[in-house]
């Protein structure tokens, strides 16, 4: 058996991903992140398309996890709203599965600080597909 809880791909390295829990009854997952300061702009906040990339990463996670590893979504749309400056250093990333039908999924996620304020909230509409390598 995989275990889908294990960051994979150097994607989740860059971003210091480490799989935090999964409340199966919210289906919601929860991730510890660590934006390194090569993510940080001029103006002294990460760069917004990697916020939506930590984002991403728990909405996604959350579905994969609630399907037992079997299920990967597949983005049609992201919107994501970013509340506050978005520092380096440790983050929280929580996703869950709002509504999944045979065709579509909704999720959402929010990105916060280490002491709990939020940063970030995104939602994902998505297409359900096999995640790969589930076979």
Known sequence: MIDYTTPRG???Q?????YGGFDPATETV???CHAPDSFITPRGGVQGGLV?????EAMGWAHVIATEGVEAPLNLEISMTLL???????LVCTGRVLRRG???IFLEGELCDAAGKVLARATSTAIPTPRPGSQ
């Open 102 to 104: 045979k065709r579509v």
């Open 30 to 32: 929860t991730l510890h």
């Open 10 to 12: 150097a994607h989740t």
């Open 14 to 18: 860059l971003m210091g991903i480490r």
């Open 52 to 56: 939506a990339g930590f984002l991403d």
């Open 84 to 90: 506050n400056m978005v520092p380096a250093g440790p």
